[in-house]
């Protein structure tokens, strides 16, 4: 017995010594997109991490300078692709700050709703990711099925499922098509029976609490300091919502509340995101219900001749992974003379996920991850 | 928690109740989704609406259209010929290009799935290689929502009653904001260009408008015509019937932008000193000009920039022809081509006024004293009428009576003016006349959208109160017993399509035979030459066929050392096209004189 315990003691210190290089990625069912983590682990434990983009960069931003201020609104929705619009909404608030267009109520409306049911959407991918990420794939084939609903919405208004290109600046593109009221209130009432399912399948589960709690904690005191956004900050207890701290579109005329959990860790975060999705099919409602008739839309003259006065102006949205926020700047020309893109996955994707896998277990990395709700091309722009 | 927790075990069990439900995707048998009546597929494009204007090439951000000839389009005025081909590699189904398009031929389909591992077969030519796709058109422009600017600016003019008190220009000019407004609908296609005669360098001049340098603006147009000011208000402007934004909307005003452009070189200083034009040293080459109309005036420039030493002969007291004394004056100030003149002159062109080749000087003595002789001499007689009783006092010819007009004689019209014709000469006759005080009838064989007269021209005379009888043939001038018009006498016409497929002619309606009283009665149906001035000798050597001089495509004339341009050549009869006869003759004397040379 005696000899055992020696040999079992000279395993560990030679695993101690011996730690391992894993690397996570770039292509990686467990990472949120095409990046790479570099983990250096003793045993199952992570000792260090190392985040390494640049698999997908780009060049958005310098892309932009060669394109008008209209044609640079296409790429905009490939900054993330589960959820483009709030980067479409930056931007063309943005370009209507900078250039004192008016945007009509309707509009207003239009695009209140288009955020929220991307919102819906991008958050059905995350049911299927963070329950994948734990073997849970039930819930990921339920909840895409169940986008699909929303997505068939978005080409019934947009034209596009995915890349809708439909904010742009000074209103949106296309108004209600015939009888689009009705689908989106059903798909809502069908999305609230599902969202009782998903409790029972996820919410529910004891393999679901057991691998969440109190992994990935993100302690409330350096939360803010480190700039986490989003979901993940309301996560740790701190109440922040640009939706509600500074309101655009209608925002301010609709009647929703912003949920906070205590923890700090996944199963945290994964409460604040299942009363979300609750409260953005509660605006949706809402906004059916008080949208206004009118235009829906403030023409911008000639894209070619389009020329925006000199100076910059900032604009930023709520966005499921956290602000997204876009900067332009102006020359009085017919091209952007820069733009600058800000969002959650900055943070959240290199230096907090640095922080919080250290200490975790190797299984919990893709876990993790998924929580914080990142977007590798808003990374790397 | 306890180790064993009993609830978390047995609710995610409730999965077990979507057993045998239907799924929400996979159907089985396979079937294609059948796409929303708004999705951005695949392109369709209308080959017969399209112009080629390039428009959705431009604005792709992925540089997925080209412009391709494809077979059985050729291209015409206001139709480049070209096409748009699409490269569904790189296409992104944003739409732009269907939202900029200006005919609103293009559209996407609800067309999604295309499979195939031949990387070149994704590039297809909408409408040509999908002809199937024109009935599942989904995403489409429509006038309201594209994103062409199909309204003008309205240009400024005074009120129709207040401009019959006065010979005031009836125009008054864009001011800088309007100007910038209107050049920035452009969508720089480059249509006009085409169908300018002069193949003026429209984009350019407007984009430099939009951008708010106004000298290139002058530079570009000084390019390649020197009367700017003369097109800037009287052009007949062929480039404003080709806009593509005309197709669905309202041309872009060219013609005022480039009188914007003008307005802001105040002095022919000025206009030298923006232009700056390189003047090459005198190659000891003499060129004689007949006639300082807009032909004699441009190759004269031209001419003088390439170091020749050009003299222009000019019968009136004023240069500009036929735009100068056949134009009214509250379209055509009489000081308007000053600038330019004084301009012109300072390059070193000399001009001598008043003096009629003919009379003053022979044709043989201009022959003999210069290396080359161009003739823009224009068309100085009219047609008659050819009817009865067109000898009587108070019957004249429109062009000769705006001749007197504009020299300041006085011309006694009575207060009841009869024209004839449907041409500009028609319409600013009968303005003229209003002005003078008399009520003003047009009478014409036509219908008013036949009228060869510019549109804005009939609406202004409408507005004017002059009064417009379309499909009258006149058939007799009744005389009073002093010899004086006393009425006009003239036979309805009704339309008669053309088997040819011509437009449709009209013809008389025997017995429908009307009478309007007339105090005076104006032939406008045209104008011819006099070639007189050329005396026995050159009368056979310069050939001379249907009232005008047979010319090669140098503007040369069967006399080697004589070129021709202008009215008294070409049958479209503006000052556009005799700018640019007047600039190719330029480039054709040039090239030979330089040959003689060397």
């Known amino acids: 017995m005696k000899k055992y315990l020696i040999l079992q003691k000279n395993i560990q210190d030679k695993m101690r010594e011996k730690a391992t290089t894993l690397y996570l990625g770039p292509q990686h069912p467990g990472i949120t997109g095409n990046m790479m983590v570099r983990l250096k682990v003793e045993g199952d434990t992570i000792v260090k991490a190392t985040t390494e983009v640049g698999y997908l960069h780009r060049a958005f931003e310098k892309l932009q300078e060669k394109r008008n201020w209209l044609q640079s609104f296409t790429l905009l929705c490939r900054f993330c692709v589960p959820e483009p619009d709030p980067v479409e909404e930056s931007y063309a608030r943005a370009v209507e700050l900078l250039e004192g267009r008016e945007v009509p109520e309707r509009a207003k409306y239009i695009r209140v709703l288009m955020l929220e049911l991307a919102r819906l959407g991008s958050y059905m991918l995350w049911y299927g990711g963070q329950n994948g990420s734990l073997g849970l794939y039930t819930m990921g084939q339920w909840s895409v099925g169940d986008r699909n609903y929303i997505l068939d919405l978005f080409e019934e208004l947009t034209g596009g499922r995915i890349y809708h290109m439909y904010i742009w600046p000074g209103g949106v593109r296309r108004d209600f098509p015939e009888g689009f009221e009705d689908k989106v209130l059903r798909t809502m009432d069908y999305l609230e029976k599902r969202v009782k399912d998903y409790d029972d399948l996820m919410f529910d589960n004891a393999i679901f609490q057991k691998r969440t709690q109190g992994v990935g904690i993100i302690p409330k005191e350096k939360a803010v300091e480190w700039g986490v956004v989003g979901p993940v900050l309301r996560g740790c207890g701190i109440r922040s919502d640009i939706r509600i701290d500074d309101p655009y579109e209608v925002y301010d005329k609709l009647d929703f509340e912003v949920p906070t959990a205590e923890g700090g860790d996944i199963w945290a975060r994964a409460l604040v995101r299942r009363q979300e999705v609750r409260q953005s099919i509660k605006i949706i409602r809402q906004v059916i219900e008080k949208i206004p008739s009118g235009d829906y839309y403030n023409p911008i003259p000639n894209p070619q001749k389009w020329t925006l006065p000199k100076g910059d102006a900032y604009a930023r949205t709520e966005a499921v992974r956290g602000e997204v926020g876009i900067f332009i700047a102006s020359d009085g020309g017919t091209k952007p003379r820069r733009v600058h893109f800000r969002g959650a996955a900055y943070v959240h994707g290199i230096t907090l996920l640095e922080n919080l896998l250290v200490g975790e277990n190797v299984a919990d990395v893709s876990a993790i991850m998924n929580s914080l709700g990142t977007c590798p091309p808003e990374i790397e722009r | ?598």
Not at chain 2, 194 to 211: G, L, R
Not at chain 2, 286 to 303: E, H, M, N
Not at chain 2, 334 to 343: A, F, M, R, V
């Open chain 2, 1 to 598: 928690m306890s180790f064993f927790d009993l609830k978390g075990t047995v609710k995610p069990l409730t999965a077990l109740k979507q057993f045998g439900k239907k799924p929400h995707t996979i159907s089985y048998p396979k079937e294609s989704k059948e796409a929303a009546d708004r999705y951005r597929g695949f392109h369709y494009n209308d080959i017969e609406e399209c112009i080629g204007c390039g428009n959705c090439s431009t604005i792709c951000q992925n540089a997925a259209i080209d412009m391709i000839h494809i077979e059985g389009v050729e291209g015409k005025k206001g139709d480049s010929g070209l096409r748009p081909r699409i490269d569904h590699g790189r296409c992104c189904w944003c739409a732009l290009c269907v939202e900029v398009c200006p005919t609103g031929s293009l559209s996407l389909t609800k067309d999604y799935l295309y499979v195939s591992d031949d990387p070149d077969s994704f590039l297809w030519t909408p409408g040509v290689d999908n002809p199937e796709g024109k009935d599942k058109i989904s995403f489409y422009t429509t006038n309201e929502i594209s994103l062409n600017d199909f309204k003008r600016i309205p240009m400024p003019e005074l009120e129709g009653m207040e401009r019959v008190k006065s010979f005031a220009e009836v125009v008054l000019g864009y001011n800088e904001e309007q100007a910038r407004a209107e050049a920035s609908r452009c969508i720089s296609c480059g249509l006009c260009t085409e169908a300018c005669p002069e193949h003026m360098h429209i984009p350019e001049y407007i984009n430099a408008i939009a951008t708010g340098n106004d000298a290139d603006a002058v530079r570009i147009i000084y390019d390649n015509n020197p009367l700017p000011e003369m097109c800037g208000k009287v052009c007949t402007r062929r480039c404003e019937d080709v806009c593509a934004i005309a197709v669905r909307g309202e041309p872009i005003a060219i013609r005022w932008l480039k009188r914007y452009a003008t307005e802001t070189a105040l002095t022919s200083e000025i206009t030298r000193e923006i232009v700056n034009p390189e003047i090459k040293e005198a190659n000891g080459k003499s060129v004689g000009i007949i006639g300082a109309g807009p032909s004699g005036l441009t190759a004269g420039y031209y001419l003088a920039l390439r170091g020749y030493d050009v003299t222009i002969y000019e019968a009136n007291a004023k240069a500009g022809g036929a735009t100068m004394y056949g134009i009214p004056k509250y379209r055509f100030p009489i000081d308007s081509l000053d600038k330019q003149i004084e301009y012109i002159q300072s390059i070193g062109v000399k001009i001598h006024f008043n003096t009629k080749v003919g009379k003053d000087i022979s044709f043989k003595e201009i022959y003999d004293k210069f290396d080359v002789v161009f003739m823009g001499v224009g068309f100085p007689d009219a047609w008659s009428l050819g009817v009865d009783g067109e000898d009587a006092k108070g019957s004249m010819q429109a062009f000769r009576f705006l001749h007197m007009v504009n020299s300041g004689e006085k011309v006694d019209i009575g207060d009841k003016v009869v024209v004839v014709g449907g041409g500009n000469v028609a319409i600013d006759a009968a303005r003229v006349s209003r002005r003078l005080g008399a009520e003003v009838t047009i009478l014409y064989r036509r219908r008013v959208e036949d009228m060869p007269a510019d549109w804005e021209e009939i609406e202004g005379a409408e507005d004017e109160g002059v009064h417009i009888v379309p499909q009258g043939i006149p058939i007799k001038v009744h005389k009073d017993e002093k010899g004086h018009v006393k009425s006009v006498e003239y036979l309805k016409a009704e339309m008669v399509p053309d088997e040819r497929g011509g437009r449709p002619k009209p013809v008389a309606i025997e017995g429908s035979n009307t009478i309007i009283e007339a105090t005076s009665v104006m032939a406008a149906i045209g104008q011819m030459g006099d070639y007189s001035f050329l005396g026995k000798e050159f009368e056979d050597k310069i050939k001379i066929e249907r009232g005008r001089f047979v010319v090669n495509d140098k503007q040369q004339t069967t006399d080697p050392k004589v070129f021709a341009g202008g009215d008294a050549v070409n049958r479209t009869a503006d000052a556009i096209s005799a700018i640019a006869d007047g600039f190719k003759a330029c480039k054709a004397i040039d090239e030979m004189l330089s040959k003689d040379k060397n």
